[in-house]
Nanobody
Framework: QVQLVESGGGLVQPGGSLTLSCVFS????????MGWYRQAPGKERELVAL???????NIADSVKGRFTISRDNNRNTVYLQMNSLKPEDTAVYYC????????WGQGTQVTVSS
């Protein structure tokens, strides 16, 4: 059974940075495509960034150039480095693992506000 635990969210001022982490508990982390999604109040959940098992990445246009996704297969962890944060980045951020089945973490709140 796969479990995902996110951490690293919080309150940050516009222009600031945060790094989110998602620890994968289970076997064969390296074969999973890992993603970060977010959901703002009143909006649908949207893809932020994705990294495949081959380390290919897909970044949403809204965060391209500001956010970076990476993975460490030795630590069973995926990261989302978020720079130049804007108020519109405020959302709950969810970690996702996908390989035949899809798993979700519980989410971590990111609030960008002065």
């Amino acid at each position: 059974q796969v479990q995902l635990v996110e951490s690293g969210g919080g309150l940050v001022q516009p222009g600031g940075s945060l790094t989110l982490s998602c620890v994968f508990s289970g076997s064969m982390f390296s074969i999973y495509a890992m993603g970060w999604y977010r959901q703002a109040p009143g909006k649908e959940r949207e893809l932020v960034a994705l990294i495949t098992r081959g380390y290919s990445t897909n970044i949403a246009d809204s965060v391209k150039g500001r956010f970076t996704i990476s993975r460490d297969n030795n630590r069973n962890t995926v990261y989302l480095q978020m720079n130049s944060l804007k108020p519109e980045d405020t959302a709950v951020y969810y970690c996702n693992a996908d390989h035949l089945r899809t798993y979700w973490g519980q989410g971590t709140q990111v609030t960008v506000s002065s």
